[in-house]
């Protein structure tokens, strides 16, 4: 199937560029543009989808053994990454030429990227078209914004996928300046957040940048292959200006301002993505570039800064009065985990990492969408107007219930799954510490989480009679019910995922940097 | 050569820091403009081949490094559009606020 390789490949990039080429024709077309985002997505996932079905492990490989650190750089050149894929844009060879060469970490979150947009873009259809049929004259979100998510796309698919360095920083700043478009043209007090989101990110971008000259200067290369097999060890000058860029993106602890705000201000599909997969991009460039910056010499730090992030987030969710600030906080905390586990840096724990990722993502956008249902006709988000409002929706109560349950690691749910993966290792490893940080932060997530449940769907509404709420769209009604069977389904057979996820823990691990010379 | 563009890099950074630690959002978009400026020579001093001519022109037998070149480009083209971003927010947020005082921003707050 060499012509499929051949053609999904570059497709995954090419796909959201068409889509906003066919925007621009859209422009100031609200429903057609909403058409035009959803089919983009579809698209998307389909390419991803092709690939993995290619490339995703049938068989497990033999090194299942007892426990091995991340491999440093020299023992990770050795490992070729045999049986990816790559494309050579233009037809130049690497490391002259760019490349599209993903490992299956990569690969992963590209279909987890496709997924969410698809529901992400879908809610927005329904709320486009909900809102012309109300036809309020209240104005609706400007008309670029719908041209937002095809540029997300374009950027997290290409920065998934892409095996330049230099690429790498310019899909890393197209996807920050599309998501200020995200933040800035949402509803509630929009520029302030989007002032401070773009500060802290611009910072992060500026360390980014340096960080790329600086490695470059070390080993005279842009290709991540080149540059694995240029250093015969981790290349720790550069290292702490990536570091600092991937943490502001993550929103972990000390870098967490903006994060919060951002989604508050955001539009409910804004929100789904920003959570869903915007603030992984962090972690997706500790993990895939950590073994040639870092390798093992920063386990300490991550688990400093995982475990704090943990709690902090957990103990300022349960403080919030806005239902997507609480979201926001809970993201900070949850992602503490995903750290804790790069910070470990086994196989099991990076598979766990991953693994975590996928289901944080589904559960975290469940949440939003359906807060999204009961927040979205009344125009706020704060506990006080939104009090009770959710008795009459029961298919958004399900979902919520779904995601708190899976964000907390109740069982049955793809939270479940990930959270015993890192814990598992954190016993093996006999990290006590950390593990019992873990287990009190997950019961946090479970308190704040029913806490937002019966704020939102149990408790009596407040006095003043709710005004007439239009009855949901059919399409955001099969958007959230497709998230909700997912999140409940990888609970279920975790199997299929959870060996995706270990194979792309084995590219990670092995440096998978590769080029197709090689 | 390597020396002065080092002390310069230095120099720009020193400033652009002290810019962005202030509370005015307009000194803190220049400062963030000015350290686009200094990663942008930072790109320019490390690059592998300290060259004395333009690249592919022929012109002797040390061409400089052509990639940095072309990263450059990309950069400052990157670093002009974050920073006119920047500064389209902070005018809105003037216009909106009356204030480009960052400490206001806590009052901002809902």
Redesign the interface.
């Known amino acids: 199937m060499a012509s499929l390789t051949g053609l999904a490949l570059p497709l995954l990039v090419a796909v959201p560029l068409a889509g906003i080429v066919a925007m621009l024709f859209a422009w100031g077309r609200p429903v057609a543009s909403a058409w035009i985002a959803l089919v983009t997505s579809l698209a998307a996932l389909a390419a991803a989808a092709a690939l993995v079905a290619e490339f995703a492990p049938v068989t497990p490989v033999e090194q299942s053994g007892p426990v091995a650190p991340v491999a440093p750089v020299a023992q990770a050149t050795r490992v070729p990454g045999a049986g990816l894929p790559v494309h050579e844009v233009g037809g130049w060879p690497p490391p002259f030429g760019i490349a599209l060469a993903p490992d299956r970490l990569g690969l992963t979150l590209a279909v987890l990227t496709g997924f969410l947009f698809s529901c992400g873009t879908a809610y927005h259809l329904g709320r486009t078209l909900l809102e012309r049929r109300a036809a309020t004259g209240a104005a609706g979100p400007h008309a670029v914004y719908p041209l937002a998510f095809p540029l997300l796309l374009l950027a997290l698919l290409g920065l998934f996928t892409t095996g330049d360095l230099?690429n790498f920083y310019?899909f890393f700043?197209l996807l920050?300046?599309s998501s200020?478009m995200l933040v800035?043209l949402g509803k509630?007090?929009p520029?302030?957040a989007?002032?401070?989101y773009?500060?802290q990110s611009?910072?992060g971008?500026?360390s980014l940048?340096?960080g790329?000259?600086?490695l470059?200067?070390r080993t005279?290369s842009?290709d991540l292959h080149d540059i694995a097999l240029r250093l015969d060890e981790p290349a720790l000058v550069a290292a702490p200006f990536f570091l600092l860029a991937f943490l502001l993106k993550a929103a972990v602890f000390p870098f967490h301002f903006w994060q919060p705000?951002a989604h508050a201000a955001a539009t409910t599909e804004g929100s789904m993505i920003l959570a869903g997969v915007l603030i992984k991009v962090g972690l997706f460039g500790l993990m895939r570039l950590g073994p040639i910056l870092f390798g093992d010499r920063i386990a300490w730090l991550l688990l400093t800064i995982g475990g704090a992030t943990i709690l902090f987030g957990a103990a300022a969710a349960w403080r919030q009065a806005?239902a997507k600030r609480l979201l926001g906080f809970s993201s900070v905390s949850q992602l503490g985990f995903v750290l804790v586990a790069i910070g470990w840096g086994t196989e099991g724990a990076l598979a766990a990492a991953v693994f975590f990722v996928v289901a944080h993502s589904l559960a975290k956008a469940l949440l939003f969408m359906a807060t999204g249902f009961l927040a979205d006709p009344l125009g706020s988000t704060?506990f006080a107007v939104l009090q009770g409002r959710g008795a009459s929706r029961p298919l958004a109560a399900a979902a919520y219930l779904a995601g708190v349950l899976s964000l907390a690691g109740l069982p049955l749910t793809a939270g479940f799954v990930a959270k015993v993966g890192v814990l598992r290792q954190g016993v093996e490893l006999g990290s006590w510490a950390i593990v019992g940080v873990a287990v009190l932060g997950s019961l946090l997530t479970l308190a704040y989480g029913l806490r937002a449940f019966q704020l939102l769907f149990w408790a009596n509404p407040p006095a003043q009679p709710a005004p007439p709420a239009p009855p949901a769209h059919w399409a955001g009604k099969a958007a959230l019910t497709v998230l909700a069977t997912a999140v409940v389904a990888l609970g279920l057979a975790p199997g299929p995922l959870w060996a995706l996820c270990e194979a792309a823990a084995r590219d990670v691990a092995g440096g998978s940097y590769r080029s197709a010379t090689r | 050569m390597t020396l002065v563009l080092a002390i310069a890099v230095g120099a720009l950074f020193t400033c652009g820091l002290y810019q962005i630690l202030g509370k005015d959002l307009l000194r803190i978009a220049f400062g963030i403009y000015i350290l686009f400026n200094a990663a942008n020579l930072l790109i320019l001093t490390v690059g592998t081949l300290p060259g004395d001519t333009a690249p592919f022109a022929f012109l002797g037998p040390r061409p400089s490094d052509p990639l940095v070149q072309a990263m450059v480009l990309t950069a400052i083209v990157i670093g002009f559009g974050l920073a006119t971003f920047l500064l389209l927010l902070a005018a809105r947020l003037s216009r909106d606020r009356h204030s480009l005082d960052a400490e206001d921003m806590r009052r901002w707050r809902r």
Request: net charge negative; hydrophobic share 55%; no cysteine.
């Open positions: 230099f310019v700043e920050a300046v200020y800035a509630h007090e520029i302030e989007a002032w401070k773009s500060a611009v910072v971008s500026v940048l340096v790329v000259a600086l470059y200067g005279g842009l705000d806005d704060e």
